[in-house]
T-cell receptor
């Protein structure tokens, strides 16, 4: 979806925090998602946030939503080599069709 | 609880042939959506089925079609295959139509020669 943008690449050192950013243009989004995709695999749902929330924390993952700026971020604490993957943000309106960003390839350096 | 099951996982076809892909949603889920993932276009929505009816459709030609059975299992069909149809086809399962959390299967990787 051309209205969901992400940076293409991010490299972090093992043990550091990773922050993956996403911006979107349509304010009618209901749910906003973060999915993880490893090579040759499908999409693994990491977490999601409803549009009336500002923050959601789930173990090492923290999602921040700034509705005014239409900005979504995913913070991964204590990043591990197993976190290396492509991360997609997606927005959903009232229907079950998701609009995906281009994906951010996270590389964790040991 | 079993996840979303897609079959086959891999297949190779030649131009002009047709292909049918299958998706079994999570037990109790009644919505199935299909997505196409390619390196050039990324992830794009194909269509959604709920209660055996197509509820939403993306911007794909009529060669792409689907259906849903009474047990919520869904199939998608691509006729007259083109090289550009080579992609990972993903289905997503949801409890209902409308905004709700979607869970994806591992996908079916189609290669068209």
């Amino acid at each position: 979806g051309e209205d969901v943008e992400q940076s293409l690449f991010l490299s972090v050192r093992e043990g550091d925090s990773s922050v993956i950013n996403c911006t979107y243009t349509d304010s009618s989004s209901t749910y906003l998602y973060w999915y993880k995709q490893e090579p040759g695999a499908g999409l693994q749902l990491l977490t999601y946030i409803f549009s009336n929330m500002d923050m959601k924390q789930d173990q090492r993952l923290t999602v921040l939503l700034n509705k005014k700026d239409k900005h979504l971020s995913l913070r991964i604490a204590d990043t591990q080599t197993g976190d290396s993957a492509i991360y997609f943000c997606a927005r959903q309106t009232g229907a079950n069709n998701l609009f995906f960003g281009t994906g951010t390839r996270l590389t964790v350096i040991p | 609880k079993a996840g979303v099951t897609q079959t086959p996982r891999y297949l190779i076809k030649t131009r002009g042939q047709q292909v049918t892909l299958s998706c079994s949603p999570i037990s109790g889920h009644r919505s199935v959506s299909w997505y196409q993932q390619t390196p050039g276009q990324g992830l794009q929505f194909l269509f959604e089925y709920f209660s055996e009816t197509q509820r939403n459709k993306g911007n794909f030609p009529g060669r792409f079609s689907g259906r849903q059975f009474s047990n919520s299992r869904s199939e998608m069909n691509v006729s007259t295959l083109e090289l550009g149809d080579s992609a990972l086809y993903l289905c997503a399962s949801g409890l209902r139509s409308g905004a709700n959390v979607l869970t994806f299967g591992a996908g079916s990787r189609l290669t068209v020669l």
